[in-house]
């Protein structure tokens, strides 16, 4: 079945690092994929999207490429600030459009 | 524009005994949907609704139930709570119920329900 895989957390940077959060999918057809976050005390919101293989969404400084050969949707941001700790979640739609979930990777910055 | 309001943001139940989470949104959207998230284990769908009057079973419905008498509101309800239900409850809706609309979901800010 349609499953995520992002890596597990927390994952604690100082402030102006580069961020990478792997997510890695397996699906059947041609998923969109999706980053959502979620700030502490708040629900999730959409972060970024890609609905097709090598298109790359982009929002907030935060990037992610849609990579069919590796299966994977790695979230990347090349000068973190303290106001990105927060919880990202890595989905993908199934075949009824429902979303499948990744576990969230908790990300920390420090100043 | 209110968004997606739930209520209550914070319950204490005992076991056995029953409540509803409420959940209204202001954007006429066709789809409502229920999440709980548990540490490390993600967003698990409940219940979920393409429009006033149809719901439907997630991945996880047993000791839930959801009616959907209007657009605006889709209520969650325990029967019976159990300490298992211990969790942070999420409704979420959108603006299409397939393709690229039915995906991109307005959060609650959440119900955070524990059972003793």
């Known amino acids: 079945g349609n499953s995520v895989t992002q890596m597990e957390g927390p994952v604690t940077l100082s402030e102006e690092a580069f961020l990478t959060i792997n997510c890695t999918y397996t699906?059947?057809?041609?998923?969109?994929l999706f980053w959502y976050v979620q700030y502490p005390g708040e629900g999730l919101q959409l972060l970024l999207k890609a609905t097709k293989a090598d298109d790359k969404g982009s929002n907030k400084g935060f990037e992610a490429t849609y990579r069919k050969e590796t299966t994977s949707f790695h979230l990347e941001k090349g000068s973190v600030q303290v106001s990105d700790s927060a919880v990202y979640f890595c989905?993908?739609?199934?075949?009824?459009?429902?979303?499948?979930w990744g576990a969230g990777t908790k990300l920390i910055i420090k100043p | 524009n209110a968004g997606v309001t739930q209520t209550p943001k914070f319950q204490v139940l005992k076991t056995g005994q029953s409540m509803t989470l409420q959940c209204a949104q202001d954007?006429?959207?066709?789809?409502m949907s229920w999440y709980r998230q548990d540490p490390g284990m993600g967003l698990r769908l409940i219940h979920y609704s393409v429009g006033a009057g149809i719901t439907d079973q997630g991945e996880v419905p047993n000791g839930y139930n959801v009616s959907r008498s209007t657009t605006e509101d889709f209520p969650l309800r325990l029967l019976s709570a159990a300490p298992s239900q211990t969790s942070v409850y999420f409704c979420a809706s959108s603006s299409g119920t397939k393709g690229y609309g039915a995906n991109v979901l307005t959060f609650g800010a959440g119900s955070r329900l524990t059972v003793l």
């Open positions: 989905a993908l739609t199934d075949s009824n459009y429902q979303l499948i």
């Open positions: 954007m006429n959207h066709e789809y």
């Open positions: 699906a059947t057809g041609y998923p969109s």
